[in-house]
């Protein structure tokens, strides 16, 4: 399939990356690297050098700052015209790089943020997504603001009436909101959903009350995946569902594999085990590369595979984006050929 017939957009909110240099604490460092990311941000920015028309829509302050996070986005060849430039302030996190035992650490300061306080109902979204084929959204954005939770459902309710493919990545993230908050606002986002990304928080209850995802281990059998993977397609109908099991090593080595439901059926991806430059921004080349490979119409071996390997050469890179240009790269990676390419 020719990926130049896909015109793919996402939605969320586009953050200053502070890290200190070399592995340091912030406690010990004068100096921080600058760059910018965010969930959403870094599936674009993934997609659109792999070559996939990419758009993003955001909020950013119309500032130095702001101006200067959506120039990076557009040196990855991501479209930035649905961007806007509202009053506010830019949404940062501080990013402890780990080392060996000690693990990274991720600190938020983006309460109030431009994007967070603003009114989207004042958006028609029909007109924002027309031409689309894809939109990508994730469980990060409505645990900022009401206002997040409202633009996540106006967009899902305007690619329903528009039949854009929606990919949903649940991202849940415990210092932004709570587990039984982020569980009701996500599973009334899932009728809209057709690829999901992650499990968890997702209401799975049976008629008693019990949740089926119960006992699921951090590192299920195929057998105890595929259990939860039709259950969740049976209630919710999605056209795939991809998640990623990490291995953890030690704070600079991991392994990673994959299961994905495709078409009725469960598959399982190799295991890579690897070193880490910078983890931020992991899951999201997997969520990229398994939208990536479906819009390649690879098969399913093939796409659980590419998924996880675009994952593992993320985190190579420095910075939250997957800066891959070439699938080449990945397939090779994928086959674990690592003789040099000339």
Not at 63 to 86: E, Q
Not at 202 to 222: E, Q, T, V, W
């Amino acid at each position: 399939m020719d990926v130049s017939q896909q015109r793919f957009i996402t939605m969320g909110e586009l953050l200053l990356r502070l890290s200190p240099p070399n592995n340091e604490k912030i406690r010990m460092t004068d100096e921080f690297k600058v760059t910018y990311g965010g969930a959403e941000a870094n599936v674009a920015a993934s997609l659109a050098n792999l070559g996939v028309d990419s758009s993003y829509f955001t909020v950013v302050p119309d500032s130095s700052i702001g101006k200067a996070a959506i120039r990076y986005l557009r040196s990855n060849d991501v479209h930035c015209s649905p961007c806007i430039y509202g009053e506010g302030r830019m949404g940062i996190y501080f990013l402890e790089e780990g080392f060996g035992v000690r693990a990274s650490k991720v600190t938020y300061d983006r309460k109030d943020s431009a994007f967070a306080l603003y009114d989207f109902t004042s958006i028609d979204f029909e007109n924002t997504l027309k031409g689309y084929t894809w939109l990508h959204l994730s469980g990060i954005t409505p645990a900022l603001s009401l206002n997040c939770r409202k633009l996540i459902l106006l967009a899902l309710k305007a690619a329903a009436k528009l039949n854009i493919t929606v990919s949903f990545d649940c991202n849940y993230r415990s210092a932004l909101w709570g587990w039984q908050e982020a569980r009701d606002c996500i599973t009334e986002y899932l009728p809209y959903v057709d690829v999901l990304f992650g499990i968890e928080p997702i209401n799975l209850k049976d008629a008693d009350g019990k949740d089926l995802k119960d006992g699921l281990s951090m590192n299920p059998s195929y057998k105890e995946q595929d259990r939860i993977f039709r259950a969740l397609s049976d209630r919710y109908h999605f056209k795939a569902i991809g998640r990623h099991v990490r291995y953890v090593h030690s704070g600079s080595e991991n392994s990673l594999k994959a299961f994905m439901w495709y078409d009725g059926e469960t598959y399982e991806s190799k295991t890579f085990r690897f070193n880490i430059l910078d983890r931020v921004g992991g899951g999201d080349a997997f969520a990229s590369g398994m939208i990536y490979a479906i819009m390649r119409g690879m098969k399913p071996d093939d796409i659980v595979n590419f998924a996880v390997a675009s994952s593992v050469i993320k985190h190579t890179m420095h910075g939250d984006f997957n800066i891959t240009d070439d699938e080449e790269s990945i397939i090779q990676l994928m086959n674990q050929n690592f003789e040099i390419r000339r």
